[in-house]
């Protein structure tokens, strides 16, 4: 299938996706996750920097938004501005402290400064509400006029932000900057022997892949109304990372499959436990709500097992002519 006819058809579903019967603030949390998922594979997928902190900025963007909205009033769309510069920010930081290792080392360094700032969001409640949160975060008018307190218009806005996004992550894979970070990948010292200064491919690297994760994370405060410390924790870095070796680390689409699977769980496993409980009478299967954490370990496990490339990734193994719309 042509890779252009693939993306039209996803694009059609996803426009059509509230008159066939989906939640609307469901589906927007849904392209939330994707995106924040897309972004930590730009940096995993595609230059191989295996991070541990992308949560900060998810979490970072989330508060930063949620005060703009909120505490000073901005508009709707400097809002999220506001969120995605302090993500860049943060990133920025973060990144130029962490490449100076590589592996390990590297992603350890990026897990102790997500660390720090979780905890400094733990402990500036003033910003961020503490344990409890910054709640009431407002919808507003995007640009003056479109009223974002209806959850389907909102989630058309989600929908456009995210494929203006994708669009960005695509065109930048395909660009001579992408195929630099690609070769980092396969192979850093040949980059370096011929010329590239790899560090600064690096730390570009990150800073965009924090951007689009703090785009992620404004956007998601937006469609919540709050933002609480979950957003910010370890655990947060740890859902990513599995959202996307479950659609496939490397691949366009992998993230956005794993992210639905994994989000399409969390939020919908206590109803399947019960369908599941009615059909076979197996009181057991009413507690599957309870064991999210149980059942998304099994699933990694699964994957790792049978799908090591993900299930884009293997798909395209498999079908190679699958390849393009992948």
């Not at 509230?18 to 589906?27: K, S």
């Not at 992620?216 to 405060?221: E, L, M, R, S």
């Not at 099994?298 to 990734?313: D, H, M, N, S």
């Amino acid at each position: 299938m042509n890779k252009k006819i693939g993306y039209g058809i996803v694009l059609l579903l996803a426009l059509a996706a509230p008159v066939l019967g989906g939640y609307p603030p469901f589906l927007s949390k849904l392209l939330c996750f994707s995106l924040f998922a897309c972004a930590f594979n730009l940096l995993i997928g595609y230059t191989g920097l295996l991070s541990f902190g992308h949560a900060a900025f998810f979490g970072t963007a989330g508060y930063a938004a949620g005060n703009a909205l909120k505490v000073w009033g901005l508009p709707v769309e400097l809002g999220i501005l506001v969120g995605v510069g302090m993500a860049a920010l943060v990133g920025l930081v973060m990144g130029a402290l962490a490449i100076r290792r590589q592996g390990i080392y590297f992603s350890m360094i990026t897990l102790a400064l997500a660390y720090i700032l979780y905890f400094g969001a733990l402990r500036a409640g003033e910003l961020t509400g503490g344990e409890d949160g910054l709640q009431g975060v407002p919808r507003g008018k995007l640009l003056g006029f479109i009223d974002l307190s209806n959850d389907t218009t909102l989630y058309y806005v989600v929908l456009a932000i995210f494929v203006a996004a994708f669009a960005l992550i695509v065109r930048t894979v395909h660009s001579p900057f992408g195929q630099v970070l690609k070769a980092i990948k396969e192979n850093e010292p040949r980059a370096i022997s011929l010329g590239y200064d790899v560090d600064k491919y690096k730390l570009l690297a990150f800073v965009l892949s924090a951007a689009l994760a703090g785009l992620a994370g404004a956007v998601n405060t937006l469609v919540q109304g709050f933002e609480t410390l979950t957003d910010v924790h370890w655990t947060m870095s740890g859902l990513v990372i599995l959202m996307t070796l479950v659609g496939g680390m490397g691949t366009l689409a992998g993230p956005i499959l794993g992210a639905m699977v994994i989000i399409a769980l969390e939020n919908k496993l206590g109803d399947l436990g019960q369908l599941l409980a009615s059909l076979t009478h197996i009181e057991w299967f009413n507690t599957l709500g309870e064991a999210v954490n149980m059942v998304t370990g099994f699933i990694f496990v699964v994957c790792v097992l049978l799908f090591r490339r993900g299930i884009i990734g293997e798909i395209i193994a498999r079908f190679p002519g699958n390849q393009k719309t992948a």
